[in-house]
T-cell receptor
Framework: GAVVSQHPSWVICKSGTSVKIECRSL??????MFWYRQFPKQSLMLMAT?????????EQGVEKDKFLINHASLTLSTLTVTSAHPEDSSFYIC???????????FGPGTRLLVL | AQSVTQLDSQVPVFEEAPVELRCNYS??????LFWYVQYPNQGLQLLLK??????LVESINGFEAEFNKSQTSFHLRKPSVHISDTAEYFC???????????FGKGTRLSVIA
């Protein structure tokens, strides 16, 4: 069946570095993908909507210059956390809707730890 | 816009006892409703969903949820829980179309032997 993958699954980095997270739809095309963030013991919060061929739309309070999103193809969206700081440590999850939202495929998530 | 309220943050229950995890939502448009389960340090797994039709939906591992439009609820139930059901459960709502989901804050189900 349809699957969404994320890479890497784990990343540990030093404060000030940039981290790129990839989200791929493996056997279907996704013109839209969503990026969520989950802090420990909290729920998932939508960060941004990634649109193939156009700019991403960001939720209120999410800095677009810090969380760069590129949706360069119909199967790949990337989230780059620029100049990461410890407060950016979180679980980042992407998803891709299909069948007009009847199905939402979630990636396995990327756990980011910024030291 | 949609919102989801999960009334219980934690639910402890003894093994083989029944459980109900409550979920209420609000929306000005027709929505799809979902329950996801998250085990420690893992991603989300879809448990079940309501799209249309029969208001009672079931999962393969014994969970069921009933969509109640008048009460705007989508409570999750299981008649007999197992230790392996211990996890975080998230109720989510999405408007029809390629829109993101809005999640509740989650309910931690702890099954006690």
């Amino acid at each position: 069946g349809a699957v969404v993958s994320q890479h890497p699954s784990w990343v540990i980095c030093k404060s000030g570095t940039s981290v790129k997270i990839e989200c791929r739809s493996l056997d279907f095309q996704a013109t839209t993908m969503f990026w969520y963030r989950q802090f420990p013991k909290q729920s998932l919060m939508l960060m941004a909507t990634s649109n193939e061929g156009s700019k991403a739309t960001y939720e209120q309070g999410v800095e677009k210059d810090k969380f760069l999103i590129n949706h360069a193809s119909l199967t790949l969206s990337t989230l780059t956390v620029t100049s990461a700081h410890p407060e950016d440590s979180s679980f980042y999850i992407c998803s891709a809707p299909r069948h007009s939202g009847e199905t939402q495929y979630f990636g396995p998530g990327t756990r980011l730890l910024v030291l | 816009a949609q919102s989801v309220t999960q009334l219980d943050s934690q639910v402890p229950v003894f093994e083989e006892a029944p459980v109900e995890l409550r979920c209420n939502y609000s929306s000005s448009v027709s929505v799809y409703l979902f329950w996801y389960v998250q085990y420690p340090n893992q991603g989300l797994q879809l448990l079940l969903k309501y799209l249309s039709g029969s208001t009672l939906v079931e999962s393969i591992n014994g969970f069921e949820a009933e969509f109640n439009k008048s009460q705007t609820s989508f409570h999750l139930r299981k008649p007999s829980v197992h230790i392996s059901d211990t996890a975080e459960y998230f109720c989510a709502v999405g408007a029809r179309g390629n829109t993101p989901l809005v999640f509740g804050k989650g309910t931690r189900l702890s099954v006690i032997a």
